[in-house]
């Protein structure tokens, strides 16, 4: 029997599943991008606010890139099940905070009505980070700008996307949709509208949920005795760090008893997470890309591997970080990428790497630079994403670049065996990767040169064994 409503009381009592009406109220929530992530996180956060009886928290779902996966959710209901798996023990749940689902691409108009329903009081995304286009600007100015028409009060716009600042740039991506030439009086007022009544925090959120593997489809059917096709595993471990910024500003206790921290700091988790754990998870991605090891607990468990991730963030990154407990948290980190029930696959990980290395480690590099300090470490990573743009590992296994720019970047990496340097040289060059400073800086490109080619000669295991004897 496939998972609904209702098949839902059938479950075993061990999984802990949703006892609260799913149907007698309208979503109060609009989220963008239904990925693994959003699933077993907010989705779950939102969970335990209707669990408690708070009944404005169901989430009307859109899909931004997958229509299967919005279809497969509506044949169940809009229900899933979690694993929640670390070294504390493993749970089931099924979270019933997922209510209705619509695809963005094909359904655009009931997405836009959604943002403007009277009960709508959130909108939230995790849209990845080349998802920030104007066409999303444009989709959400359609649903605010129906709401001001309406006369119905603004909302709170959160960003949950791996980006530096992501509430200011989410802000000033709906804004710039509105033409700033020769502005209507309309314009004018919606503008003011937004500024006065729309919140848009910033915000980090924080755990590791890959993508759905056949392994937790198959754990799913055992543990709940009914066929789940959208199940997920993730670890005990979640944050939720947001700006104290909020359209009704009494959400802010609401989400604080369920878990979330509210902060007017949110800049230095930002950071540190950015850096620290998707900084190493990126590094880990390509090296486990390059020599063939599939998965992050895979990388984590090779000593070297072990020992690189842990100066990386302790030599490189901490030191330019706001946060000072970052001896803890990097610790903490290391046991996470450990988790043996994750199936993190290095490929997901490196999927858009394009998108994902400037948030990742040009700031880390950059103050390293400043301090007159060594940037070793990054300049392996850095060699090791240039090794990967050849699509073969050292096997001689072929895989796929997933990435908006793979045609320019295997293109710029095609010759790095015949010219490396100058090869090493054209992918250094890319502001849109590395920023405007680096790019320029003869000291960071010679020593990308170098290990760049340690790692052809000898392989990246050979390449970071090397690092840790000449850096001890
Ligand atoms: C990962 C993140 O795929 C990736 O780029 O680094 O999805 C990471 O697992 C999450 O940010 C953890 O919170």
Sequence with gaps: ?????????????????????????????????????????????FDQ????????????????????????????????????????????????????MNVAATERDAV?????????????????????????GQLLLDGLRLRQQAGLPGVTVASCDNLQGNGHKLQALVKAEIPAKDMTAQDAELLRWLDAQCAFPCSMVDRIVPAATPEVTAAAQEALGLQDHCALSTEGFWEWVIEDRFADPTDSALLQSAGVRVTGDVHSYEEAKLRMLNGSHTAMALMGAITGRP???????????????????????????????????RDALIAR???????????????????????????????????????EHHALAAAVFVRYTLAVD???????????????LMVLGATQRTEPEACVRALLSREDLWGSALPQHSGWIARV????????????????????TTTP
């Design 1 to 45: 029997m496939p998972l609904s409503a209702l098949s839902l009381s059938s479950l075993s009592s061990n999984v802990n599943f949703p006892s609260y009406n799913r149907t007698t109220h309208a979503p109060g929530v609009v989220h963008l991008g239904l990925g693994a992530f959003h699933r077993a996180h907010q989705a779950m956060v």
């Design 49 to 100: 606010l209707l669990a408690s009886g708070d009944t404005r928290w169901g989430i009307h779902g859109v899909g931004m890139t997958r229509p299967d996966l919005v279809k497969q959710l509506r044949s169940q209901d809009g229900l899933y099940a979690v694993r929640v798996a670390d070294g504390q023990g493993v749970r089931w749940q099924v979270p019933g905070a997922l209510w209705r």
């Design 112 to 136: 836009v009505q959604a943002i403007a329903a009277p009960t709508t009081r959130w909108v939230t995304l995790t849209v990845t980070e080349k998802g920030y286009t104007p066409a999303l």
């Design 295 to 329: 998965f992050i607990a895979s990388c984590i468990g090779v000593p070297h591997i072990r020992t690189f991730v842990h100066q990386l963030m302790g030599r490189e990154v901490a030191p330019h970080l706001s946060r000072s407990d970052w001896a803890e948290y």
């Design 337 to 375: 990428f450990g988790n043996p029930y994750l199936k993190h696959s290095v490929h997901q990980i490196a999927t858009d790497s394009s998108q994902k290395i400037p948030q990742r480690w040009p700031p880390s590099v950059l103050g390293q630079i400043a301090q007159g300090a060594s940037f």
């Design 394 to 408: 050292e096997h001689g296994q072929a895989y796929t670049l997933n990435d908006p720019q793979a045609e320019s």
């Design 449 to 468: 040169t170098h290990w760049h080619q340690q790692v052809l000669l000898h392989g990246v295991d050979a390449a970071v064994q090397q690092l840790l």
